[in-house]
């Protein structure tokens, strides 16, 4: 079992940064690949970013693709979203999840456990 806490998320004007955390419980933090998703009201919560259990293969969806930034730290049980440039149209809830699976993943099923997850408003 794995519970996951987001914070860092707030308000903040167009081009402007946040970072995001994501702090796990369990002692098998290590061991789960980890994402993010968002979602706004009335649509399907959607694919941010991805990182496997090594800290390797970063991905991305393309509407963040050099603009957003994935890390984890193993020993401190917690994963990072960085995001820089921030748009209006990022403006969403941000969920963290955690899959058992070692590889990254960009499909919300595969994922086993997910936070309560963080507003993030962008204003223009």
């Known amino acids: 079992q794995v519970q996951l806490v987001e914070s860092g998320g707030g308000l903040v004007q167009a081009g402007g940064s946040l970072r995001l955390s994501c702090a796990a419980s369990?002692?098998?933090?290590?061991?789960?690949?980890m994402g993010w998703f968002r979602q706004t009201p009335g649509k399907e919560r959607e694919f941010v970013a991805a990182?496997?259990?090594?800290?390797?293969?970063?991905t991305y969806a393309d509407s963040v693709k050099g603009r957003f930034t994935i890390s984890r730290d193993n020993v401190k049980n917690t994963v990072y979203l960085q995001m820089n440039g921030l748009k209006p149209e990022d403006t969403a809830v941000y969920y963290c999840?955690?899959?058992?699976?070692?590889?990254?993943?960009?499909?919300?099923?595969?994922?086993?456990?997910w936070g309560q997850g963080t507003q993030v408003t962008v204003s223009s």
């Open positions: 990182i496997n259990w090594r800290g390797g293969s970063p």
């Open positions: 999840a955690a899959d058992r699976g070692l590889s990254t993943t960009i499909y919300s099923y595969a994922y086993d456990y």
């Open positions: 369990g002692r098998t933090f290590s061991s789960y690949a």
